[in-house]
């Protein structure tokens, strides 16, 4: 008896450690986050990149590329257009001329989100459709003070060439047409990217 006892004791034990094992290392795969290295992506040293174009939102005629797609009771009567959306697929291009060579288009949303100024919520992709960057993204999420000369917004991320993108956008207005509400913004942007 004294020796079954022995050896149940000895079994007990072994399985023990044994599920123990299993436990640990069932753990341990499935971990909620790691550290990687850059490398283990194939990301290589990180580069500073400036690009510089011309952004139409066009508002008027037959063929606009930014329409209201919302809007509050109130924002008729406001003097800031407080609660207005609009949905937005501006061309971007390599001159202030409509006309000039496409790089891209700035997809997405700004609402006007101040009651005080003229200030709009900028949340928009600037889809690249030209030379190396064909087909890469930044994305920017910020707010866009038009009547400002010179109006900064980050750039949260990007995809493509440009992912773990970090920088900011600067935009001043090159023309607006007061009748129509059409403008041509020049965009100066610096982004960090692998």
């Known amino acids: ?5 022995q050896n149940l004791t000895s079994s007990f034990l072994i399985l023990s450690v044994v599920l123990s094992f299993l436990i640990i290392a069932n753990a341990k795969s499935q971990r909620f986050t790691r550290y990687l290295s850059p490398a283990t992506l194939g990301l290589k040293k990180e580069k ?12 008027s005629g037959k063929n606009p590329t930014a329409v209201r797609i919302a809007r ?12 207005m959306v609009a949905m937005i697929d501006d061309p971007l291009t390599m001159t202030p001329e409509l006309s000039s060579k496409l790089v891209g288009r700035a997809q997405g ?3 006007s989100a101040s009651q005080n100024d003229i200030g709009l919520l900028m949340t928009m992709n600037f889809v690249f459709m030209e030379g190396k960057y064909n087909g890469s ?7 866009n003070s038009v009547l400002s000369t010179v109006r900064e917004m980050p750039i949260v991320g990007g995809s493509g060439l440009f992912r773990f993108a970090r920088g900011y956008a600067q935009a001043s207005t090159h023309m607006f047409d007061s009748t129509t509400g059409d403008a041509v913004v020049e965009y100066n942007v610096y982004v960090f990217h692998y």
């Open 137 to 143: 993204t930044l994305s920017v999420l910020g707010r």
């Open 1 to 5: 008896m004294a020796k079954i006892l």
């Open 72 to 83: 509050a009771d109130m924002t008729n009567t406001s003097s800031t257009g407080f609660g």
């Open 109 to 111: 949303i700004y609402a």
């Open 48 to 59: 500073l990149s400036h690009l510089h174009f011309y952004f139409h939102d066009i508002v």
